[in-house]
Nanobody, 118 residues
Framework: VQLQESGPGLVKPSQTLSLTCTVS??????????WSWIRQPPGKGLEWIGH???SGSTYYSPSLKSRTSISRNTVFLQMNRLEPEDTAVYYC???????????????WGQGTQVTVST
């Protein structure tokens, strides 16, 4: 599975961010795959944003839930009301679990820089 993020590199404060994760070599609906967005602000650790499961169900970080949505159309991330603190490298991440819930494989995209600034 290969993942490729794409989207605008620069977004103004209060605007909406839209990122696409293009998946190749696999299907978003394949059983037991979970497709996540993760970000890393400059000088900080990784922050999980949310995921969409193979079934279409979604789950979000409580701190971002009110302004984030992920849809299965190419694992599309939409985040509203951006602030400078949202500046980060955004990664698409895929994880495959077996029937017992054990992680079997995972894949990362190369990441895309998003800067929130006027």
């Amino acid at each position: 599975v290969q993942l490729q993020e794409s989207g605008p590199g620069l977004v103004k404060p209060s605007q909406t961010l839209s990122l696409t994760c293009t998946v190749s070599g696999g299907s978003i609906t394949t059983n037991y795959y979970y497709w996540s967005w993760i970000r890393q602000p400059p000088g900080k650790g990784l922050e999980w944003i949310g995921h969409i499961a193979y079934s279409g169900s979604t789950y979000y970080s409580p701190s971002l839930k009110s302004r984030t949505s992920i849809s299965r159309n190419t694992v599309f991330l939409q985040m509203n009301r951006l602030e400078p603190e949202d500046t980060a490298v955004y990664y698409c991440y895929a994880a495959y679990y077996n029937q017992h819930g054990d992680l079997q494989y995972d894949y990362w995209g190369q990441g895309t820089q998003v800067t929130v600034s006027t």
